[in-house]
């Protein structure tokens, strides 16, 4: 079983409540908008980190960053990116059991077409009436995906 841990649109922040709530992850998903290097770093510190470029992220660091990525966790077939409507649906392959997103700062789970969809929502600064929440994703042989979202106190 692989516990994967989901974040996105941290826009600078790294909260102590999000960093703490990913302890014990086996790897971290940042979803974009992720602000500064350092917030990478930090991730880093706490398991191996796959992120993509936001559209509010800038610099060198960001330049380095993919629009969208693709990694295998226990046999499934993760995608990621930072806008949804760049992935329209016939753009996910055959193989992508799991989409993951950021973007809008609206947690979402849902399945469409056989392939799970997921956006941690925002943990960075509050925006609008929104929460602020990261995401899991548990993914193990002979099963299928499963997500769930926490709202962190803050």
């Known amino acids: 079983m692989t516990l994967v841990g989901l974040i996105s649109d941290t826009h600078g922040l790294l909260r102590p409540q999000a960093a703490a709530a990913l302890s014990g992850v086996s790897h971290i998903l940042h979803a974009g908008d992720i602000g500064k290097p350092e917030v990478l770093s930090a991730l880093a510190n706490i398991a191996p980190v796959t992120a993509v470029r936001g559209n509010n992220d800038f610099g060198g660091w960001a ?9 295998v966790f226990a046999g499934y077939t993760v995608h990621m990116r930072h806008i949804p409507r760049a992935l329209a649906p016939a753009q996910v392959q055959e193989n992508i059991s799991v989409v993951v997103w950021g973007h809008t700062h609206k947690p979402l789970i849902e399945s469409r077409g056989g392939v799970l969809y997921v956006n ?17 994703l548990r993914l193990a042989e002979n099963a299928p995906p499963h997500a769930w979202l926490e709202t962190l106190d803050v």
């Open 63 to 71: 330049l380095q960053l993919p629009i969208a990525a693709t990694a």
């Open 120 to 136: 941690p929502g925002s943990a960075g600064p509050p925006r609008f009436s929104l929460p602020i929440s990261i995401g899991f």
